[in-house]
């Protein structure tokens, strides 16, 4: 499935998993309590190819979009796509997700950030993802100091 020129409506049907990853992959331009990482798992090379060309020639705040290098351990691409924490940061997510529902025909996005078992709907988004910088470095140095407790605690536990 290569596009030319433009791709269109529903020509990714069936081709891109309707459960996204939000800020569970690390950022490659800059840290990650600057940037969130938005990560679509797809079928095959060439939609993967296609949905990365879309994101990043889109009208969004975008800083990057690619494709990963080789297939996760289903056999799917993953497109991965940067974004800048901030006061829009939720906004753009939602029309990224809005307007690749166009390509996909997915209805109903669920998110995972790697922190919760189970997929969350979209309407979780603003409690989920931290879209202040400042704030996000203060939740990971209060979790880093957090399981560095539990691992003294385990310590002494066996001591």
């Known amino acids: ?45 060439n939609a993967a190819d296609d949905l990365s060309n879309f994101i990043e020639t889109g009208a969004y705040d975008v800083e990057d979009t690619e494709v990963s290098a080789s297939t996760n351990v289903e056999g799917n691409y993953m497109v991965y796509s940067e974004m800048r924490r901030g006061q829009k940061l939720h906004e753009t997510l939602r029309k990224v997700l809005e307007d690749v529902s166009k390509l996909s025909e997915i209805e109903n996005w669920k998110f995972s950030t790697g922190k919760t078992g189970m997929p969350q709907p979209l309407d979780g ?23 560095a407790l539990e691992e003294r605690m385990r310590f002494l536990a066996k001591y």
């Open 1 to 45: 499935m290569i596009i030319s020129e433009r791709i269109s409506k529903g020509q990714l049907r069936n081709m891109i998993n309707d459960v996204v990853s939000i800020d569970q992959y690390k950022s490659k331009i800059d840290e990650d309590r600057n940037i969130v990482v938005l990560a679509f798992e797809v079928m095959n090379e």
């Open 125 to 147: 988004l603003e409690e989920a993802i931290c879209n202040d910088p400042a704030e996000y470095q203060r939740i990971q140095e209060a979790e880093t100091e957090q399981k």
